[in-house]
């Protein structure tokens, strides 16, 4: 055998194994997904966290004007109403938010009389607080639509106000500097009481 063949031989194989191993490490890509991975991965941590936000915000603004709906709809159809079946009534909207709190939220029910002038007052209101948050007799605190300002008529007014927090808005607070925003959410139903002109409260 020649030595000098056998020398050129090995150093051919040990010349293929590199060029094999470098050509491995060429084609390998698992690091390359590994880096786009941890790039993407703080985005889609923020995505999931607001998608989950916009659909707890989307919940509760539906929930408060199902709330407002609901109560007006339920003293529209009465007569005659006391302080107390006010009270009671206004004790559904905390039912209706569950699972939600309702720390923050105001339900009020108001009745309102328009004059022959199609001027409006109000009759009696009631809140959440069990207090008179609508001075009686004087022209409500919220812009009525035209369509329900007909004269020498009354309407129920139901109204929810709600001030939506995000969950998630304090644990970013310290990271981006910011103070976690809040979004008030509200919505008033305006009906015609449905077996009498004007729906009284006798101690309202």
Same mark, same amino acid.
Do not use: E, T
């Given at each position: 055998m020649n030595p000098g063949n056998d020398f050129r031989t090995r150093l051919a194989d040990k010349g293929r194994v590199i060029a094999d191993r470098v050509s491995g490490l060429w084609r390998d890509n698992r690091a390359v997904s590994a880096v786009e991975f941890a790039m993407i991965l703080p985005f889609m941590f923020f995505l999931l966290i607001g998608m989950t936000e916009? /659909?707890?915000?989307?919940?509760?603004?539906?929930?408060?004007?199902?709330?407002?709906?609901?109560?007006?709809?339920?003293? /529209?159809?009465e007569e005659a109403v006391s302080s107390g079946d006010l009270d009671s009534l206004l004790d559904i909207g905390e039912k209706i938010l569950d699972p939600y709190p309702s720390d923050n939220l105001q339900v009020i029910v108001a009745s309102i009389t328009f004059d022959e002038d199609g001027d409006a007052s109000v009759d009696w209101s009631r809140d959440t607080a069990g207090t008179v948050p609508w001075t009686a007799g004087s022209a409500p605190p919220i812009t009525l639509p035209g369509t329900v300002a007909v004269a020498n008529t009354s309407i129920v007014v139901g109204q929810t106000n709600l001030t939506y927090t995000p969950n998630f808005a304090g644990a970013f607070s310290s990271i981006f500097d910011w103070s976690p925003s809040a979004l008030d959410l509200t919505d008033t139903y305006y009906l015609t009481p449905r077996i009498t002109g004007t729906v009284t409260c006798s101690n309202c």
């Open positions: 916009l /659909a707890d915000a989307l919940n509760q603004d539906r929930k408060v004007s199902r709330i407002a709906n609901s109560i007006a709809d339920l003293i /529209a159809q």
